[in-house]
């Protein structure tokens, strides 16, 4: 049984743009990459969540104390962003 095709929906992006989302693709297709971003979109903005977590802990400490959270959290994230990861169904 074949399967059904999905919806095809053309857009007409800038080309600064395009060339922007090109530039980061990773090695997946354009389409790929915009489905994935359009996806997120509508999910829970864990950045903002986390800004608002983070910003209780960070209100007692003095700016050095502030700068040192700061590098370590952008150092897991990048440890993070560094490990393979399995691609969501």
Do not use: Q
Request: glycine content about 4%; aromatic content about 4%.
């Amino acid at each position: 049984m074949s399967r059904s095709p999905r919806p095809s929906f053309h857009v007409r992006l800038p080309p600064e743009l395009k060339a922007r989302l090109e530039a980061v693709r990773g090695g997946k297709s354009l389409n790929r990459e915009v489905v994935d971003r359009l996806e997120r979109s509508f999910g829970e903005d864990l950045a903002s969540r986390f800004g608002e977590v983070i910003a209780a802990y960070l209100a007692p400490l003095d700016d050095e104390e502030r700068a040192k959270v700061v590098d370590l959290a952008s150092e897991l994230a990048a440890m993070l962003m560094a490990k393979p990861r399995k691609r969501a169904p």
